[in-house]
């Protein structure tokens, strides 16, 4: 059933949404066909495996082969980065903490609000200075902006060697190796459709909280959003890799991870695994302390995923994101979201009835295409009543591609602007009523870093950030802080001692 609704789902949504031949997308492509064989070396290890590229990797480009990578976006590109780092560095370039410092730098840059090809235009430019002096160093631009703007970035700004698209990273090396041999521009940005998404997660230091993908792409076609087009079809990882990986980071002092896709409730492993039984298996498969997961779909998340987080919330925190975007009907229909008002609110109310102590986050758009001011104020209303604790709020923006880009009737910068402004103001005044209920309780906070003054800092499984006095020796530990200060963003509190 759950199956078949989402097959549904995406055939309508790719139906109404037409190919732009410009973008490579090929909605038809069978996804399942070409495995690849398990005993394959992953690409970016066959290429510096080949001599030719390592007289490369090992030649002297100046500034000690120091690479700078600047970073727009979502996780997913904070993901991306540390997937560059990791690559380039068995390429031998050394991660540096200025583009000064570089002989390549690279911008991995987010599209999915804004002027991105502005910003990066902008941020390149400040490069050519630097690149008078060391004509060695090359600059590539990659993430969404590459993968949407392709060959115009370098048409448009001769100051870019590269350009790559986010599912060309794992030939980074290939890439950069390819520009310095033959000193000539490099354009790498076709979706690899038919390849499945066998990747192992490649994070330089883990620390205490890392993140793992589970699914990359979108097939959901929202009216308004870019995604679908800068990072393909859906695929998801199958569930053993991503056991393994989580038990690899585990053992490197992970303690907890949060499951990453853009609809992390489509997930479907090969062999048939939904996202429900792939938390579960995290839970009791692994010996991980906490799991946290994003971003829902209010339209896929669904009864056996609230049993779950209900039955193993020793392990699966008790705080979901669950984007609305619209708190109107009529505009949701008209962002091709896939539920009403009434059904999100009817999922809200089942979900708290679930998980007991359910924390709830969202995302919202103001100002999408022919919001009325009425409708406008059932964003509002929506707020007040489900009570979120944190709300991350947006003015629309029309993006290339994107269905209601092309609607005719925008709403103006002046009313988005000022919708977002009451919008936060009435959301301000609610998350301070309702943090206060953390005022003298006591929260298990998994310890992430403290600072050389004692300042300690790590989230309750509520997602709050905590701050208290601690020392070195907590990193990574979960212990129990009594809350004396309850502000919306932060919490702070005292160590509560265990006296046996
Ligand atoms: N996959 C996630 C969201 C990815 S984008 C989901 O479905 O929730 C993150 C957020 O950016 C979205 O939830 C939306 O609120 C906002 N967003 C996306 N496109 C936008 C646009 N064109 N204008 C304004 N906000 C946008
Ligand atoms: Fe996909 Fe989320 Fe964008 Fe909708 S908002 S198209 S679900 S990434
Ligand atoms: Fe931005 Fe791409 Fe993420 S557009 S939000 S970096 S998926």
Request: hydrophobic letters at 35%; a negative charge.
């Amino acid at each position: 059933m759950e199956t078949n609704q989402n097959l549904q789902n995406m055939t309508k949504a790719t139906e109404q949404n037409p190919v732009n031949a410009n973008l490579d997308i090929d909605l038809t492509a069978d996804l399942t066909a070409d495995q690849t064989p398990d005993n394959q070396l992953p690409y970016w290890l066959q290429s510096a495996e080949s001599s030719e590229q390592k007289k490369y990797f090992n030649q002297d480009i100046g500034n000690g082969r120091g690479v700078y990578i600047s970073t727009y976006g979502c996780q997913m590109n904070v993901n991306d980065t540390e997937r560059m780092h990791s690559l380039l560095e068995m390429a031998n370039f050394t991660p540096v903490q200025t583009p000064e410092e570089a002989s390549l730098i690279i911008i991995n840059a987010c599209s999915v609000r804004e002027k991105p090809v502005h910003k990066v235009y902008s941020e390149v430019g400040r490069f050519r200075r630097m690149k008078d002096k060391n004509p060695n160093l090359k600059i590539g631009v990659g993430g969404c902006v590459g993968q949407q703007e392709k060959d115009n970035l370098i048409k448009n700004q001769p100051l870019i060697d590269f350009v790559f698209g986010t599912d060309n990273i794992d030939s980074l090396p290939n890439l950069v190796s390819q520009v310095y041999e033959n000193q000539t521009k490099v354009v790498n940005a076709k979706f690899e459709h038919r390849a499945p998404y066998h990747v192992e997660t490649l994070v330089r230091n883990p620390g205490v909280s890392t993140f793992v993908n589970i699914t990359k792409g979108c097939d959901n076609f929202c009216t308004f959003c870019i995604v679908p087009y800068t990072r393909g079809r859906e695929k998801s990882r199958p569930i053993s890799h991503i056991l393994m990986d989580i038990r690899t980071l585990i053992q490197r002092g992970v303690k907890e991870i949060t499951l990453l896709g853009q609809n992390v409730n489509s997930y479907k492993s090969e062999d048939g695994a939904d996202f429900a039984d792939l938390l579960k298996k995290v839970a009791m498969e692994t010996d991980i302390e906490r799991i946290r997961y994003t971003t829902s779909h209010p339209k896929d998340f669904n009864e056996k995923l609230m049993h779950v987080m209900a039955d193993h919330q020793d392990k699966i925190c008790e705080y979901v994101h669950l984007p609305f975007q619209s708190g109107n009907s009529r505009i949701l229909e008209r962002m091709n979201r896939g539920y009403t008002r009434e059904q999100y609110i009817d999922k809200i109310k089942q979900m708290k009835k679930i998980i007991p102590n359910l924390v709830l986050s969202t995302d919202i758009i103001v100002g999408f295409p022919g919001e009325t001011h009425d409708e406008f104020m059932e964003t509002v209303s929506m707020v007040q009543e489900v009570g979120y604790e944190t709300i991350f709020a947006f003015m629309y923006s029309p993006r290339p591609f994107t269905k209601a880009a092309k609607f005719e009737d925008q709403v103006d910068d002046k009313t988005k602007n000022e919708r977002l402004n009451y919008l936060f103001d009435v959301h301000d005044k609610l998350a301070f009523e309702i943090v206060q209920r953390y005022q003298d309780q006591t929260l298990n906070v998994l310890v992430e870093s403290v600072n050389e003054q004692g300042k300690a800092f790590g989230r309750s499984t509520q997602n709050k950030s905590v701050y208290f006095v601690g020392s070195k020796e907590l990193i990574g530990k979960t212990v129990p802080v009594r809350i004396t200060s309850s502000t919306p963003n932060v919490l702070r509190g005292e160590l509560v001692l265990n006296i046996n």
